[in-house]
């Protein structure tokens, strides 16, 4: 079902913990893992980090490729949106800050834009410690 998963990263936390959700979507369908990274600010060292990601992912056995996209002058829900029309990508996995709704709108995340912006579905993955704390709440329900 999945032939081209987008997994959209900054090497932030956030990020970082909607990997496994982008990994096992390619794995279970045999798909590619295409791994987007905006350089909307020229930080050291993290186009590299992620570039080792992907070479670790490659070595682990999936189709992974590395996508820059972007620039200062490009918004990266933006060119994030482009590269998965270009792409006829099946999903964009994204990782979320945990921040409110009112925060979102106010602070227009990349996520929150994405969700607005993208010909696709988009996965937005809260952050680890409240989707574990939610799937332990649902657990207790449904085992008591």
Same mark, same amino acid.
């Given at each position: 079902m999945f032939r081209t998963v987008i997994w959209a990263t900054d090497a932030s936390?956030?990020?970082?913990?909607?990997?496994?959700?982008?990994?096992?979507?390619v794995q279970e369908s045999g798909g590619t893992l295409v791994v987007v990274y905006s350089n909307d600010a020229d930080e050291l060292g993290l186009e590299a980090r992620i570039q080792l990601q992907v070479h670790e992912?490659?070595? &682990?056995?999936?189709? +992974? %490729?590395?996508?820059?996209?972007?620039?200062t002058a490009v918004e990266p829900a933006h060119a994030i949106a482009d590269l998965a029309i270009a792409l006829d990508a099946d999903?964009?996995?994204?990782?979320?800050?945990?921040h409110g709704p009112v925060v979102g709108v106010v602070v227009g995340s990349v996520t929150q834009q994405l969700l607005h912006l993208?010909?696709?579905?988009?996965? &937005?993955?809260?952050? +680890? %410690?409240?989707w574990l704390e939610g799937w332990a709440r649902t657990r207790?329900?449904?085992?008591?």
């Open positions: 936390e956030a990020a970082e913990a909607a990997l496994p959700f982008a990994r096992e979507l992912l490659r070595q &682990a056995g999936i189709d +992974a %490729t590395f996508k820059l996209v972007g620039g999903v964009i996995v994204v990782g979320t800050r945990g993208a010909p696709c579905p988009v996965l &937005a993955v809260p952050p +680890a %410690t409240r207790a329900l449904t085992t008591a």
